[in-house]
């Protein structure tokens, strides 16, 4: 379960929000919502434990994150903004060097049928270089099929450069995910529909006014 | 701001910005006071009242702003050290923005030191600058404060400014015994006799004084100043918290 | 664990293999150091035997400090960096792996490189034998202090130049014993104490940097 007690962020010399609180337990949506350069990211990279909070902690089952480092990491999947993918290492090589370097190292098989399922099939062999900027974002959210019991999956627009087919797959991964008792924060400035049994959304209001919680609905399955 | 809780709140009050502003306000002419003095009195004996060296002559003099300047250069390295170690460790800022404050004072003693050391080989040794195991010593530390200094100054978030430089400066402390000692060994081994401008001629009970009581108005004038500084710091890091703006406001920084 | 370390290493060693440049870049200038100084100095062979050890340390140390700001900058511009970061393996062990890479691909060439320098400066066999001992010990001690320097310039502006101001002090230790160490040997003197105080640094360095390093990482992703 993911909690946030009484979070402050400031970055540089604007503070971004304050005082946030919410819980993400098992099974929920986190959605985080508002204009560019209101502190989305930085609230997704404070979850992360990426960055520290100026006052207030970030807890997963109870534990300051900070503290947890590892232990928490281990239960973590975070796609950022960037794809973690090198130029000069083929699909297959990546996927697999950054499973390994995670900490999650993944059979063979594994790894081809995560490729298959974000649809690089066929591109295993060939140069990350060549691909388009909508095959290598693949590369990075073919790391949640390696990755498919983590229990918190953090993604920062997943669905950029992604196509209506796989705007519409991942959605039903993290769907699927989420059915699952698992949770996932999400930061995206589409409005896809995603069915979650329980939805909390975080708003962030433009203008450093910070950002507010609310639960959306609480829904049986 | 930055106080913690109840608990440890003797220690930490004084952690903060904010309570220590007035206090180093009123410690910076006090200390600057007995810099004056001490000076005043240090300079005396090492003018009018140390005897004239038998080999050196008068030029031996330097010694008495070389030796005291390379010891605080030393000392300060430690202490700020010792204040980025702190506000790294607890996370208070004040402690991160004392480090940064001492720095250019580190700095500016080392290269006293430097100078004086060049102004006492000239007329000893001929040439301005000999490679003398505790002058080089003092570059390698004078370079050890600049990196620190450029550190701080290329990073613009202050926070991380105040860790990367702990985290140089830490790193420095644990070096400086080795450099120290690798330069000793290096001066030695390659000249026959150890070149050493900086050896002092042997030691009337005065000259002892004189270091001493030099030593230690360097040492007031560094609190004074740091001090000082560090005023400035506060006063621009907290520029956004309500009572700096007061401060500025009603026009009295006291 | 030590799985994560090799995987580390293999994936810089891969990509410096495909990526060719950057390996030949340090070695290339590596070379033109040490066969300027002779064109500059003069070719009296008795002075460029007495400083070829100095020659050669300082050309090494100048090529490891060239090659720091690839260390870390190409992972932190993909994202692969903050990945590391996030890892269930503790970063000190990835680090490792990065420094040891680093060494494999700069520092290592260098000291097989030296060899040859040996003979272009006449030194002699045994003490060609103790410059690359030298060497061997010393450039894993550069690869991880510049991991520090690396690490703490992530990202900043004028990055080579302030690198190299804050890794210079750090490296003097190991100049100064490295080039001692051949420059014993030369002398007929006993060279061993300077081989194992090197070897001492290597121990030394191995075990703390990696801690230092990561916590710069930290710092300077935050």
Known sequence: MLEVVELTCERGERSLFSG??????????????GPN????????????GLLEPVSGEVRWHGRNVRKLREDYWKDLVYVGHMNGVKDDLTVRE?????????????????????????GLT??????????????????????????ETAPLWILDEPFTALDVKGVAELSALIGQHVHNGNTVALVTHQEVPIDAPRRQRVEFAGGGSGATSSIEEEATC | MNTAASPRIGLFWFASPQTFFPLAGKMVPLFSLLAAGLLLVGLYIAFLVAPTDATQGESYRIIFIHVPAAWMSMFLYLVMAFWAAVGLVFNTRLSSMMATAIAPTGALMTFLAL?????????????????????TSELILLFLYLGFIALQAAIDDPRRADKAGAVLALVGVVNVPIIYFSVQWWNTLHQGASVSITRAPSMATTMLWGMLVMALAFWMYSIAVVLHRLRSIILERERRTEWVRELLREGRIK | MLRVLLQVIRRDLLLAVRQKADVLNTLFFFVVVVTMVPLGIGPEPNLLRA?????????????????????????????????????????TLIVLGKAAAHWLVTGLPLTVMSIV???????GLQETGVLVVSLLLGTPVLSLIGAVGAALTLGLRGGGVLTSLLVLPLYIPVLIFGSGAVGAAASGVAYAAYLLLLGAFLLFASVLTPWAVALALRISVE
């Open chain 3, 51 to 91: 400083i070829a050890p100095g020659v050669v340390w300082v050309a090494a140390l100048l090529a490891a400090i060239l090659s720091l700001a690839r260390l870390f900058a190409n992972d932190y511009a993909d994202g692969t960096l903050e990945q590391m970061l996030l890892s269930s393996e503790p970063l």
């Open chain 1, 37 to 48: 350069g209101t502190g989305k990211t930085s609230l997704l990279r404070i979850l992360c």
């Open chain 1, 122 to 147: 066929g591109f295993e062999d060939r140069m990350a270089r060549f691909l388009s900027q909508g095959q290598r974002r693949r590369i990075a959210l073919a790391r949640l099929y390696v990755s």
């Open chain 3, 117 to 123: 320098f040996g003979v272009v400066f006449d030194l």
């Open chain 1, 20 to 33: 946030l609180n919410f819980t993400a337990p098992g099974g929920t949506l986190l959605r985080i919502a």
């Open chain 2, 115 to 135: 100078w004086t050391g060049a102004f006492w080989g000239r007329p000893t040794w001929g040439a301005y600058w000999v490679w003398d195991a505790r002058l």
């Open chain 1, 94 to 118: 990546n996927l697999r060097v950054n499973a390994e370097v995670a900490g999650r190292p993944a059979s063979p098989e594994r790894l081809a049928d995560a490729l298959d399922r974000v």
